[in-house]
Every structure is written in structure tokens, then in C-alpha cells.
């Protein structure tokens, strides 16, 4: 685990702890323990954080699509596709 700078480029994962955090996933003790690593809950949500303290969340890491060995971002085809002008709204379903 390491932390990201605050630049607004750098994309590292959204983990947090706390009591207010459920404890485990119900009847799935193998997705707890990966969700749980280091005693840390990580989301699976990748974000990046500005230098004035905003972080916005940029992709989803468990969304990922695999093709010829690329890893593609299933945000990035859906804001790719979005910015046709014909195309009002798109999904992409992994």
C-alpha cells in the first residue's frame, strides 16, 4: 500500500477502514479476505486526488475488460463512445 501524490493524474485505489465498515461480505469468506487485505477495505474503485484535497473517482479496477492481452477500462470505452456526437448516453457491461 502506498499513497498517491495529490497531482490529479496519478489513479491509485479508494481503501479505507473504520467501525462504521461492514465486517464481511455474507456467506463469501473468500471475497472477505480479499476485500479485507491488511485490514484495509478496498473498494476496487480507482481515483485520483488534487492538490487541493479533492479526489474524484475515475474508474472502476473490477470493471476491467481483457482483450489481446490489454487491459481496457470499461470507463474509458464508455466516455470514448459518449464523445460521438450521435451517442447521448453508453454502458459497457463486463
Given amino acids: 500500500m502506498q499513497d ?8 491509485g485505489e479508494i481503501i479505507m477502514r473504520g ?3 461492514m465486517k464481511e461480505y455474507f456467506k463469501q469468506p473468500e471475497e472477505t479476505e480479499e476485500a479485507f487485505r491488511g485490514g484495509w477495505f478496498h473498494t ?5 486526488v488534487h492538490p487541493d484535497g479533492y479526489m ?6 473490477k470493471d ?9 477500462s470499461s470507463v474509458e470505452v ?6 460521438h456526437p ?3 448516453e453508453a454502458a459497457c457491461f463486463v
Avoid: Y
Fill in 19 to 21: 467501525n462504521l465498515l
Fill in 44 to 48: 476496487g474503485d480507482g481515483a485520483v
Fill in 86 to 88: 450521435d451517442v447521448l
Fill in 78 to 83: 464508455e466516455n470514448t463512445i459518449c464523445e
Fill in 4 to 11: 498517491v501524490p495529490f497531482d490529479g493524474t496519478t489513479i
Fill in 64 to 72: 476491467i475488460i481483457i482483450s489481446g492481452g490489454e487491459n481496457i
Fill in 56 to 61: 474524484e473517482i475515475k474508474d472502476r479496477f
